[in-house]
């Protein structure tokens, strides 16, 4: 619900931050808090829900100001709507806000992590948890399809735009080019294309203040902050598999760009095959896991950190293997966020810059259809294979095992949130209790 304040500035951006009133910590508390607790269903899910939440009801940001971040945020290593939500909190109550944005769209699902870690190492079964999760997974489908439909009719207002999210989702989900490259040739074209489209009056502003010496100051303070815990891991030597994970996931942090899928792609060699810390199946189980909790994906390296380490010492090893992974995966977002986010606005006032930005975004709402269109196969169907013929990469999914339950609590979702507009809270509550009930019956 938007504050009485912000009822009738909800396209006036930023505006607490302009007009001196920031937003009380309480509230930042509260809507960043649910955020957290319903971030299922991946990064696309993820983003339409901050952009429900913090643009459309609370109207703290506006939509240039939204998908600028959106876009810096994809060019990003490492976990984008996470990355996202912290730039959101840094953007209405500076590094402290962004440290708590940051942390409360990570907490909720790294507890539920730990714990269904912990149960899985102890009986090696998740599949309650699954059928726990199906309707809610069913319900971020619509959600997902209502937040994308909104964010291509203000994202792509012009052909060019329209032309270049299209070519972005056919490179992606057809062609299987890295995200970066994807990137790199939008904004390529959009500073050679030279125009500016019309943007809220917010996008242009004077933008935040800041130097380069106070941006090196930044680097070198969370540098700090990231590397310095896992140098004293490896001077201990104490339990060598934590200096393991730590690093691990550092490099993983620095080399992954296209968010968690690209992420989990790189990493599920790796630690099945290079390092062997988990087999084939238990690394899936992971991947199930994360995607049926709230919170990033990518806290599936939370699970790999901690089983590795559990097979190694037992539980407390366990515990503070996922805690090394987890510092080791997020402490680089905030260093990428608040090194760069000063300069986003500055970056927008600027006509070529910000016409490269404005076919970045385009290329995002093409790769955020992309990762729906993926997440609804995988989704409705058990089984989805990638054929390839030739350049070409086709996502096929097994007919025979489509899940009819998906389809009924989806349309039922879809009833409830774009008929009846019930809010979202009680729409997966509502899904939520659509699976158990179907999953007894089936």
């Not at 619900?1 to 505006?15: C, F, H, L, Q, Y």
């Not at 910590?25 to 993820?46: K, Y």
């Not at 643009?55 to 990003?76: D, I, K």
């Not at 774009?418 to 209790?433: C, G, K, Y």
């Amino acid at each position: 619900m938007p504050t009485p304040s912000s009822s009738n500035r909800s396209t006036a951006g930023p505006v607490p931050l302009c007009e001196g009133t920031p937003v009380p910590w309480q509230r930042m508390v509260f809507v960043f808090g649910s955020i957290g607790l319903l971030s299922f269903g991946g990064p696309a899910a993820q983003i339409a829900l901050m952009h429900r939440k913090l643009v459309e009801e609370a109207g703290w940001l506006s939509e240039r100001v939204y998908t600028n971040a959106l876009g810096f945020c994809m060019l990003l290593p490492g976990p984008e709507a996470m990355q996202l939500a912290t730039y959101c909190g840094w953007k209405l109550r500076g590094v402290p806000g962004g440290l708590l944005a940051g942390l409360l769209f990570v907490i909720p699902g790294a507890a539920a992590i730990f714990v269904l870690a912990g149960l899985y190492a102890a009986f090696g079964n998740v599949a309650l948890m699954s059928q726990l999760f199906l309707g809610i997974k069913a319900a971020v489908l619509i959600v997902v399809l209502e937040v994308l439909l909104r964010l291509s009719r203000r994202a792509l207002s012009e052909n060019r735009e329209r032309v270049i999210a299209a070519l972005a989702f056919v490179a992606i989900f057809f062609l299987s080019l890295p995200f970066p490259l994807i990137v790199l040739a939008a904004a390529l074209f959009g500073a050679a294309a030279g125009h500016a489209p019309v943007c809220d009056q917010d996008a242009g502003a004077a933008g935040s203040r800041t130097s380069s010496v106070r941006t090196v100051v930044r680097v070198a303070t969370w540098l700090l902050v990231w590397l310095a815990p896992l140098a004293l891991l490896d001077w201990w030597g104490g339990a060598p598999i934590l200096s393991e994970i730590g690093w691990f996931f550092s490099k993983l942090a620095v080399v992954t760009f296209g968010g968690a899928y690209a992420v989990l792609a790189y990493m599920a060699q790796d630690v099945v095959t290079l390092h062997g810390w988990l087999g084939a199946g238990e690394m899936m189980d992971g991947l199930g896991l994360a995607e049926t909790t709230p919170g990033p994906l990518i806290l599936v390296t939370q699970f790999v950190g901690f089983l590795a380490a559990f097979q190694s010492g037992g539980l407390w090893l366990g515990l503070a293997g996922g805690l090394v992974a987890l510092w080791a995966t997020f402490v680089p977002c905030f260093l990428w966020i608040f090194a760069g986010a000063p300069y986003i606005d500055r970056i927008s006032a600027l006509p070529r810059l910000q016409s490269a930005l404005s076919a970045i975004i385009a290329a995002v709402v093409g790769v955020v259809l992309n990762l729906s269109v993926w997440f609804a196969l995988h989704v409705f169907f058990t089984d989805v294979s990638a054929e390839r013929h030739g350049w070409l990469t086709f996502w096929v999914p097994d007919l025979t095992s489509l899940d009819w339950r998906v389809p009924v609590l989806a349309a039922l979702s879809g009833l409830l949130l774009l008929r009846f507009h019930v809010s979202l809270v009680w729409t997966l509550l509502a899904a939520a209790l659509g699976g158990a009930v179907l999953s007894q019956s089936g």
